[in-house]
């Protein structure tokens, strides 16, 4: 008797979409905590400071977005 495999892909698609969903949920939670701790300390920085701190976060939301 041959061993016969056997794959359900909508749940395999289902599981790897929701393990996609909760990780990008953790991620998101993540970066939403550094964004409020790092909020007191852009009251200090200084205007270039401040322009270079703008510049990176364009480019890291341009680097998600892609």
Do not use: G, K
Not at 10 to 18: G, S
Not at 26 to 38: G, K, P, T, V
Request: glycine letters at 0%; aromatic letters at 10%; charged letters at 25%.
């Amino acid at each position: 008797m041959d061993p016969v495999l056997s794959y359900n892909f909508d749940e395999i698609e289902h599981a790897v979409r929701l393990e996609i969903h909760t990780t990008s949920a953790r991620f998101n939670a993540a970066l939403e905590e550094l964004r409020s701790q790092i909020a007191p300390l852009q009251q200090v920085w200084t205007r270039e400071a401040a322009t270079a701190y703008r510049v990176e976060q364009l480019e890291w939301h341009r680097a998600a977005s892609a």
